[in-house]
């Protein structure tokens, strides 16, 4: 059983701040990549960022310079610092976890998602 579990959204004014966390246990042999997607009612499901185990990252064009992911060591929990949020951030959030399970069967696993509203 693999865990995924999104804590931190929550409702904020607009240009204001929240950081979003991200944790992944169970049973994982290895994580790969973490990411963070975001679906506003109506609307596909889109990246928002993603990091990998190496550090690499990968920003959304639409939050490039306000967002800002990172992660432990080793990799297991991903953080994603939202500043200078605008009402079109507004969306529940989910995590995905591309990981290797310990019966060595590899796949993107989903969180439950956190609601972020920003209010103009």
């Known amino acids: 059983q693999v865990q995924v579990v999104e804590s931190g959204g929550g409702l904020v004014q607009s240009g204001g701040s929240l950081r979003l966390s991200c944790a992944a246990s169970g049973s994982i042999r290895s994580i790969y990549a973490m990411a963070w997607y975001r679906q506003a009612p109506g609307k596909q499901r889109e990246l928002v960022a993603a990091i990998t185990s190496g550090g690499s990252t990968n920003y959304a064009d639409s939050v490039k310079g306000r967002f800002t992911i990172s992660k432990n060591n080793p990799m297991n929990t991903v953080y994603l610092q939202m500043n200078s949020l605008k009402p079109e951030d507004t969306a529940v959030y989910y995590c995905?976890?591309?990981?290797?399970?310990?019966?060595?069967?590899?796949?993107?696993?989903w969180g439950q998602g956190t609601q972020v509203t920003v209010s103009s």
């Open positions: 995905n976890v591309d990981l290797t399970t310990l019966a060595v069967i590899r796949g993107a696993y």
